[in-house]
């Protein structure tokens, strides 16, 4: 324990963190307060103590007496080493504290936080295992979780975990867990496992983040929730580095683009894609813009999705400049796409969206919402895809071909009409032209 006591007081005297969990500001609460307020478990001291997530704190009890009896430890050994902490942890918060909050109630919240977290997640898997095998806990030998055992409870928890003003540093949970397991360096132990639970069930499904490699993301670094979500879902590298050099070509950067009728209007179609040559590191991000065509990622939206995205949005519009703000750029561009449900229409048509929630102009809405508030940088992510397709539109060529097709060709009967029309007057045509010739050539008659 002395030594383990050591090894923190030397991690706090080189550590010096920014303020890295937010209150999220008005202009983006406003549109949507209900997406950053947690439904079932209040972790962190922003919804300390709320009515409606009281209940959660029993069960938060019962953990801590499972780590108890487990460890054969008394709470205030517990709390004793999470007073080690409670500095620095303040530190992790940019907003004000509530005032009725005083150091033992913070320090006795970042214990009972820390101990549920990491109960949730090793049961979670672990049951959730069982339930595709047709299994029950007590066939294990584990008793009963009405939390892990429970599908709603479980997604709901899933998801307060990845709001943003419901966050406990990272270094918290990762110190409990070296205590109660005696796992030396947490950050690389199986917890990070184990934290990518909520990560992946909340990242939209067609992406597989399990084949992510820890090895190439700064994971270790991660200082919550959200924050690793942001470290270990990036657009590709490929992608990435092409973006950087159209950035670097010092261009006025470009935010406006035409929505998917009118882009449709200019020859452009759409398609979907769910792999490219780099196909182990394909994510929602890697939109790509060839010779006419939009090749976009397969992309489901479902009743997460607003607040999956919001939250995200939230911690990159918080997050100091020099954070890349891949989930802010991504939603402006799919607003920029989408102006009406027709857009959408068209987008699934077309196997780029998957709709679950049912109504086209929900989902419209829903993007353009998702703008309302927020700020784009000059280091916008799509500005030179957003370039190339507004050229393309302009080309003389392009929007002929384009008008023709949708005023002449829109389906078969004006097709056939249309060439009809266009065989009779080029008979017609060809008729004079014979004509006129004759009359040239025939010599004058004779009387």
Known sequence: MEKHIVDIEEREAMTCEPPCIFRVHEGLRNVNEEAYTPMLVSIGPYHYGQTKLLAMEKHKERYLKLVLQRTNQTEKYYLDFMKKFEERARKYYADPIEDDLNSDKFVKMMLYDACFIVQFLSLVPQSHRQSQRGQRSQDMGHDYDPIVNTSWMRAHICCDLMRLENQLPFFVIFEFFSLVTWIQNPSTSILMELAMYPVRWIIPKKFDISRISFKDTPVSESKHFLDLLHNVYRPSSSSREKSNECQNKNQRPCF??????????????????????????????????????????????????????????????????????????YTYFMDLLINS???????????VLENSLGDDEEVALMFNKLGHGKIIENQFYYAEMCSDVNAYCKRWRNRARALLKRDYFKNIWVTVATMVAAFLLLLTITQTVIALITIIISPPSRH
């Open 256 to 329: 406006k683009m035409p929505s998917v009728i009118e882009l449709q209007d200019a020859g452009i179609k759409f398609e979907a894609v769910e792999d490219y040559d780099d196909r182990l590191n394909l994510s929602m991000f890697d939109i790509r813009f060839e010779h006419g065509h939009f090749k976009i990622p397969n992309f489901n939206v479902n009743d997460w999705t607003e607040i999956f995205f919001r939250n995200i949005i939230a911690y990159e519009q918080h997050s100091s400049n020099d954070k890349p703000q891949y989930f802010t750029d």
């Open 341 to 351: 449900k027709e857009d959408v229409n068209q987008l699934r048509s077309h196997d």
